[in-house]
């Protein structure tokens, strides 16, 4: 019963050595799939990742295994994979992929990464960055020369990495089958702190520059949303019968009941009250000029009737030409 009671314990209060070793191992696994990085499967290793990784944290500021006032030396070999821990919750949070939070997971992935550097800083494992900008040749410009040694510190970054990782690959089963002795297991762990020393500066400046732009893109977002309101929906057009005059709208209201009927004066005021002319910045005509319009259709229609009226007269007159030929019915002068 005892030894059940202890593997029940063991089980719900993991000891700090698996919570880093299950982290660390998910974390490995979340950068060597080939799953995209969004999906249900990764992302549920992610978050377990975390989970784990958090609570190393809290076990590690209980056991206050790291100090300041202390120098390397006192640290013990089997302790010093523990300064690892805020570099991998870092590049954890890296992997969350959550709609609209991005700003927020590189921001507490920089702080990880800043954690972890500033602990390498305080053990003498990372030179603090430069406080202004380095001093060129005479006459030099500053931008130019802080380029050249931005350019020069990560070519020699990629290169303590590549040769960290060859001494790493050559200590790794030794550590791991547990035939390693303590100098050894203790190079081993430092070699991954310098490891991550390079690549934590290498992600805190993609991350400098991806907030930038996050947060570019937010102030452009908010200023496109205050500079141009929406503007209020315009009512439904109801059906109607569009008539020449008040007398036609009453005959067309008596044939079509259902159907809205209106004037052309009508149509045009209430469209003209919307906002919503056809023809806007084309100036209305005066008031006086619908009579003089209707009198010239008045006009129009007369001579259309007395052209069709001699029309008529006309053909009549040809007809009674062709059945009456000259001369008849002239009977005084018959020959």
């Not at 990784?53 to 295994?65: E, P, T």
Request: hydrophobic letters at 35%; glycine letters at 8%.
């Amino acid at each position: 019963m005892a030894e059940e009671e202890e593997a029940a314990a063991a089980t719900s209060h993991p000891r700090l050595p698996e919570l880093l070793e299950q982290g660390w191992q998910l974390l490995d696994e979340v950068e060597a799939t080939s799953e995209p990085t969004g999906s249900r499967l990764v992302q549920d290793k992610v978050k377990l990742g975390l989970s784990l990784l958090d609570q190393a944290a809290r076990m590690v500021d209980q056991l206050d295994l790291f100090s300041r006032h202390e120098d390397l030396e006192e640290v013990a070999s089997a302790d010093l994979k523990y300064l690892l821990v805020p570099a991998l919750r870092g590049a954890l949070t890296l992997k969350q992929a959550a709609p609209g939070q991005r700003l927020d997971q590189v921001q507490r992935a920089r702080g990880h990464f800043a954690d972890f550097l500033q602990r390498c800083r305080d053990y003498g494992l990372s030179a603090a960055e430069p406080a202004g900008r380095p001093a060129g040749p005479p006459g030099a410009r500053p931008d130019l020369v802080a380029a050249a040694t931005h350019r020069q510190a990560k070519i020699q970054r990629y290169k303590q990495k590549k040769e960290a990782e060859s001494q790493l690959a050559a200590l790794k089963e030794a550590v791991a089958a547990g035939r390693a002795d303590e100098e050894q297991v203790r190079a081993y762990y430092l070699l991954h702190v310098q490891k991550w020393v390079g690549a934590s500066l290498d992600e805190m400046e993609s991350i400098d520059q991806e907030a930038e732009i996050l947060r570019g893109r937010d102030q452009a977002g908010q200023q496109a949303s205050t500079s141009h309101p929406p503007r209020p929906g315009r009512p439904p057009m109801r059906p109607f019968v569009l008539t020449r005059d008040a007398a036609q709208a009453k005959v067309f209201g008596l044939g079509y009941p259902s159907l809205a009927t209106m004037t052309v004066n009508e149509w045009y005021d209430q469209h003209e009250k919307w906002g919503a002319l056809p023809d806007q910045g084309v100036p209305r005509a005066p008031a006086g000029a619908a009579k003089e319009d209707d009198r010239d259709r008045e006009k129009e229609e007369e001579e259309e009737e007395e052209s069709e009226s001699s029309l008529r007269k006309a053909r009549g007159w040809d007809e009674w030409k062709d059945t009456n030929p000259r001369g008849y019915g002239n009977r005084q002068n018959m020959g």
